[in-house]
């Protein structure tokens, strides 16, 4: 696959839209994951990852090792969610989110499913920080020096904030 990917990404560069379409269908589900996960609905996720595609679309040429690609369409994300998460901190308390939160647990989208309201709950009292930490690791796999790279912490950070998010969540869902 990792050739494929690879192969793939240098198409898109020399202007391939089919390329990108194959990369996108290729990153699409984690993508969303991510973003569900840390935003805790549908519709800003989907916003959210449609804007980092259109932002990764616009700047595939500037990617320098076409290996790297998921995890810069990844740090493109996090900077998305970031911007979302702020936008939603502008806009209303943490405390109205959480209350929001429990019309709007996610129903089934694709063949993404959460087993359990209260996870998606403890989730949004995490820090914004701590989900993404979680969520790149726990749900998409990367490595704490891959999460250290895209969100721009040392990766010793990446290990202490993921083990304090994962106490914080035990202690929620009791």
Do not use: C
Not at 11 to 30: H, I, M, N, P, W
Not at 98 to 104: F, G, P, V, W
């Amino acid at each position: 696959m990792g050739l494929e990917l690879t192969a793939a990404v240098e198409r898109a560069q020399s202007g391939d839209t089919q390329a990108f379409a194959e990369l996108y269908s290729l990153v699409y589900k984690d993508l969303y994951r991510l973003a569900l996960m840390n935003l805790g609905n549908e519709h800003d996720a989907s916003d959210v990852v449609s804007d980092t595609v259109l932002e990764a679309y616009k700047n595939i040429r500037k990617l320098r090792d076409a290996a790297a690609f998921r995890s810069w369409i990844t740090a493109i994300l996090t900077a998305q969610i970031n911007k979302k998460l702020k936008e939603y901190m502008d806009q209303r308390s943490l405390r109205e989110d959480i209350e929001d939160l429990e019309d709007e647990v996610p129903d089934e989208h694709t063949d993404i499913k959460f087993g359990r309201a209260d996870l998606v709950q403890a989730m949004q009292r995490l820090s914004a920080e701590e989900r993404q930490v979680l969520s790149l690791s726990v749900v998409s796999g990367y490595k704490s020096e891959e999460i250290a790279e895209i969100m721009g912490i040392p990766a010793n950070t990446v290990r202490s904030k993921a083990a304090r998010a994962k106490e914080k969540l035990r202690n929620y869902l009791e």
